[in-house]
Structures are given as structure tokens and as C-alpha cells.
């Protein structure tokens, strides 16, 4: 019994889905989508060192040599199995490890909706199960593979790094790789795969060019392939998925996406109002509308067509999200704080009575000035790109916007270039405070057509608002809810009073 094992006991014991192991630190557990320490001693480097190094595989000790982290799966007998992460931060050694339940759950068990179930039945074509870390992704692929297992008479092969749920075989044959152990990469994996008469393949994670290049030849060449993304929405991953490639391959990828794509699910986990946690599901089926949309370019398009396209089990976030609440499942700013569209969301809430406090504050991106604070009648704002520092010879101010919270971006949690164009929205309240309304990476070949569309889209969604439209290039990164910007994007407006 390795030393770890207690434990693991406990964090199954306490219903927790995680286990964070730090030096320096007491033990921590997850639950019910909290961090709590347990009352345990702090734990020194050493010790933490000899709870991890004891039950880390060979391979995956040497790889952690080479990388400084490794990624394993560790079954306790009796209790369950759990897939780890181990890692070296500034304190030593630290782990975290998530809870991968013995028994799959089936699609009845998770609630998961007649649309989902349906794609189970299809013999080719791409479904990208998507959503952020730790939100139920492995779970849904877990049921929705149990389900073709007790329905079908198919050869499964999965490809994942770690296996976390083990699937027994039923009316299928299945056969899971594990990457590191039994194969050498996805990609390696994925192309023996297409030599071993699948019927069906699992990617654990599509997370490069060339293992989303060899998913989609698999499912265009008449297999059923699943696999994962970390987007938040079904059009963003459309967008990711082509903006893996080169600019001069996207217009091919984009035709080869709009007759190999067939679903896309988006999932974010929600706290109940009571203890535990609740999925809420975007669903986007490709119909031959939305494969027009992908073949020419038109992702923007995506959420209204998926808001009239509830007849094919297409449901967009937000709805998910304020059904959760009209069923009192989840508080409204828990649905607040998941949505990608929070206007929107808020103004559904405004229509069935919901209040969220001080919803907006927190995208303010500068205090008003003393002479915005006199303003009594909303302004007209006319900004345009500053050009330079010295602007005072024109009137108006000039606002930077480095760091700032934005509402909306179709491609978040991506690394961009050193120098990456990006196109950026801006909209003024009607008391003169910025907000980043959009952002997202473009490609070279489509900057001003993709800026283009973006202009119309937000044009169409806040009529009432003044916006602003740009490009610019600039060095940083996007990551979930907020940009960072190296330098800054200016804005310069005029305040106009009544």
C-alpha cells in the first residue's frame, strides 16, 4: 500500500473530484467545485517527493526527467483510479490528481439529451466533445463510447494520455492505447489506427496541427471519430480547428470541416445551489445551412442559426444556462459568471425578472474621469486608432486598454504568435467606460473580410451601442475571460454634452 493510498480514501470519502499535492502546503481537495484544505499537517518537499516518485511509472519518471511534468493514471485497488499530473514549481515536487469514477455512467444516468445520444448512431464523420478543463468532457466520452458498446456491433480503438475510464468489452470490440505506454504519440496512434479496421477512434486530445490533420483524413476517409477540444462554444471551435492550419490551407480545411463535421458539444460545469455540480451543454449539429456557413467562412453566423435551430437539438449556452435557473438549479450569477455572452445572458435575465448586482462592474476598464462624472446625458463616442503619445493638440482623451476584462472572444485560451494581428471591438457605455466587447487572432490572408464580419455581427447585436472596429498587431496572449496585451491598444474619443 503505497503512502498516497490514505489519501486517496479520503478524497473519496469527502465526495471530492480532485486531489492537489504541494510542497510546503496541507493536502487540498475539490469539492463541490471548492479548493479545501484537509486537516492534515503541511506537507515538506521531501515528503511530497516520496508520496509521487513512489507510485510514478518508469517511463513517465524518465519523461519527467526530460520535461520536468508527466501525465499517469494510478488505480487504487478496491477504490477507483486517478489520473495524475505531477509536476516542479519554485517550492519541488507537486501533483494533482482527479477522481475517475469505476463504474461509467451511462447517457440516461448524466441526463445527457436525445441529440447527443444520436450522434452514438452515426457510421463517419468528426464530434468534438469541447469545454475547459475539468468540465465533465472525459465523463460525456466515457458514456457516449459505453453507449455504442451496448447498441452496436463495432471495433472502437481509443487513443488517450492517460486511459482514465477502462471500458469492458460488450457488443463491441474495444481497444484502448495509451499514449507513452503503448504507443508514441496520437499522431503515430491515429495512423496505425487507420490499418486496424476501426469502426470507430477516440482521441483523447486533439492539441496539435498534425493530430487534428490525421483526425479529420480519418473521419473524411468513412470512420466515426470523437475527440476533444478546450473551447468554450461550438463556433469557436469550428474556428480553432481551422486556424490550426496555415492560411494557405484553410480554405481546403474549411470545405473538408463543412462535410466531415457532425456535432459539436460545448460543456462548462455550473455549482447546484444545493452540493455538487451541474453540466450545462451547448449543442451544435451541422446541418447543411451551418456547412455553408463553415465552407465559406461564415462561423459568426453559427449562434443564430444554432438560436433557430432548436428543431435539430441545437441549444446555444446561454439558454442552457438560464434553464438551469428558471429550474432553480443553479443561482443566476453562476450562470453569469459561465456564459461567453454575458450581454445576451443579461438581458434574458432582465426579461424573466433575474438581478445580478453590480454584473457589469467588473468590465469597466477605467474609473470616469471627473469631467466624464459631470456628463448627465449619454455621450457619442468616435474612436480611432492613436497614432502616437502626443495628442493634445485635438480634443478628447485618450484611453488605454492593456490587461482589461472583455465579454466575448471566439478563440480563447490560445497561444498567439509573437507579433499576432489581432481584430478588436470596443463599445462605450452611455457614460463614456470602455469595454472589450470581442477579440480574436486573424489570419493574414483574411484579416480585413474576418475583421468585416465581426463589425457586422456586433452591429447587428448592439444597434444602440458606439463600437469600434480595428486591427492591430501586438505582443500577448488570450486566455480565458481576459486579454493581455504587451502594449496597448489606444482609443481616442470625443465627449460631447448635451
Aim: hydrophobic fraction near 40%; charge should be negative; aromatic fraction near 6%.
Amino acid at each position: 500500500m503505497a503512502k498516497i493510498d490514505a489519501l486517496f480514501a479520503q478524497l473519496v470519502a469527502l465526495g471530492g473530484s480532485d486531489l492537489h499535492l504541494s510542497s510546503e502546503r496541507k493536502p487540498l481537495i475539490r469539492e463541490s467545485g471548492n479548493i479545501m484544505a484537509l486537516e492534515l499537517p503541511i506537507m515538506d518537499a521531501k515528503t511530497v517527493s516520496q508520496y509521487l516518485q513512489e507510485i510514478m511509472p518508469e517511463t513517465n519518471r524518465r519523461e519527467f526527467e526530460d520535461r520536468n511534468d508527466t501525465d499517469f493514471a494510478y488505480e487504487m485497488t478496491g477504490l477507483g483510479r486517478f489520473r495524475a499530473n505531477v509536476f516542479r514549481d519554485r517550492d519541488g515536487l507537486g501533483g494533482v490528481f482527479r477522481v475517475i469514477p469505476t463504474k461509467i455512467l451511462s447517457t440516461e444516468q448524466l441526463n445527457l439529451p436525445k441529440t447527443i445520444t444520436d450522434l452514438c448512431y452515426l457510421s463517419k464523420g468528426l464530434v468534438v466533445i469541447t469545454g475547459p478543463t475539468g468540465s465533465g468532457k472525459s465523463t460525456t466520452l466515457a458514456a457516449m463510447i459505453d453507449h455504442v458498446n451496448r447498441t452496436r456491433t463495432d471495433h472502437i480503438i481509443t487513443i488517450e494520455d492517460p486511459i482514465e475510464f477502462v471500458h469492458k468489452d460488450n457488443k463491441c470490440l474495444i481497444n484502448q492505447r495509451e499514449v507513452h505506454n503503448h504507443t508514441q504519440s496520437f499522431t503515430g496512434a491515429l495512423r496505425a489506427a487507420l490499418r486496424e479496421d476501426p469502426d470507430i477512434v477516440l482521441v483523447g486530445e486533439m492539441r496539435d496541427l498534425e493530430t487534428i490533420e490525421i483526425a479529420l483524413h480519418t473521419a473524411e476517409t468513412g470512420h466515426l471519430v470523437f475527440g476533444t477540444l478546450h473551447t468554450n462554444t461550438a463556433a469557436s471551435t469550428v474556428d480553432r480547428i481551422i486556424d490550426a492550419f496555415p492560411a494557405d490551407r484553410q480554405n481546403q480545411t474549411r470545405t473538408i470541416l463543412a462535410s466531415s463535421l457532425k456535432g459539436v458539444v460545448a460543456q462548462t460545469l455550473c455549482k447546484r445551489k444545493t452540493k455538487g455540480r451541474v453540466v450545462a451543454l451547448e449543442i451544435l449539429i451541422v446541418t447543411r445551412g451551418i456547412s455553408a456557413m463553415i465552407r465559406d467562412g461564415k462561423t459568426c453566423q453559427i449562434p443564430s442559426a444554432m438560436q433557430i435551430g432548436g428543431a435539430h437539438g441545437m441549444v446555444l449556452l446561454n439558454d442552457a444556462l438560464t434553464k438551469l435557473v428558471r429550474d432553480g438549479i443553479i443561482e443566476p450569477l453562476e450562470a453569469y459568471s459561465k456564459a461567453v455572452d454575458k450581454d445576451e445572458l443579461l438581458a434574458k435575465f432582465s426579461k424573466l425578472g433575474y438581478e445580478i448586482p453590480q454584473a457589469d462592474s467588473q468590465y469597466q476598464i477605467a474609473p470616469l474621469t471627473e469631467k466624464e462624472e459631470k456628463i448627465k446625458e449619454p455621450v457619442t463616442a468616435e474612436p480611432a486608432v492613436a497614432a502616437s503619445e502626443d495628442k493634445s493638440t485635438q480634443i478628447g482623451q485618450t484611453l488605454s486598454i492593456c490587461d482589461a476584462p472583455f465579454e466575448c472572444c471566439p478563440l480563447q485560451q490560445v497561444n498567439l504568435p509573437q507579433e499576432p494581428t489581432v481584430y478588436v471591438v470596443l463599445g462605450v457605455d452611455e457614460w463614456g467606460t470602455w469595454k472589450v466587447l470581442d477579440v480574436g487572432q486573424t489570419d493574414q490572408a483574411g484579416d480585413e473580410k474576418q475583421a468585416a464580419e465581426r463589425q457586422s455581427y456586433w452591429t447587428k447585436k448592439c444597434p444602440s451601442k458606439n463600437l469600434w472596429f480595428g486591427l492591430q498587431t501586438v505582443k500577448g496572449s488570450l486566455a480565458r475571460n481576459r486579454i493581455s496585451l504587451e502594449g496597448k491598444i489606444k482609443a481616442e474619443y470625443k465627449l460631447n454634452s448635451a
